[in-house]
C-alpha cells in the first residue's frame, strides 16, 4: 500500500485533504419558533460554507455548528448531528497531534515531512469523516422535513 518513503499515503492524505473532506450543505429558510429549526437557519452561512474553506478555523466552527443543532435536534437525528460533530473533533485532533493545520495540507512539502505514522493518523480521521454519508443524508432530509429549509 504504501512505498518505504510512504508517498503513496502522502498522495492519499493531499487527495483526502484537498478534494474528500466536502459534504451536503445546507440552503433555504425555515424556522419560526422551532428551537431546532431557528438554530439550524441561524446557522445556514456557516453550514453553507461547510468543506469550502479548509482551515483548522473553519472546521472548529463546523463541529461546533454541529454541536449546537445536535443540543436542539429531536432524538431521531441527535446522533446523526453528533456524528457529523465528533467526526469533524477527529479531523482537528489528528492535524493537532502531528503538527500540522488543515490549512497546510495542501503543501506538498509540508506534507512529505511527516511521518508514516502521521499520515496513517490523517488519513483514518479523514476516512471517519468522509464516511459520514447516512449522518449528512439524515439531516439533509430530516431538516427538510422538520424545518422545511431546502438542503442541496
Known sequence: MTTPG?????RLA?????AGMSAVVLAG?????????DTVEKSTDTLNSFGKT??????????STFRAIAKESPTTVKDDWTALAKATDTV?????DV??????????AAV??????DLKKLNTAYKAFNATNDQRTAVVKNVKQECKITLT
Open 6 to 10: 510512504g508517498t503513496s499515503m502522502k
Open 54 to 63: 479548509k482551515s483548522n478555523a473553519a472546521y472548529t466552527k463546523y463541529a
Open 92 to 96: 482537528l485532533a489528528a492535524q493537532k
Open 99 to 108: 503538527g500540522l493545520r488543515l490549512e497546510q495540507m495542501t503543501s506538498a
Open 29 to 37: 429558510c425555515g424556522g419560526g419558533g422551532n428551537p431546532y429549526c
Open 112 to 117: 512529505k515531512k511527516l511521518s508514516t505514522a
Open 14 to 18: 493531499l487527495g483526502l485533504a484537498a
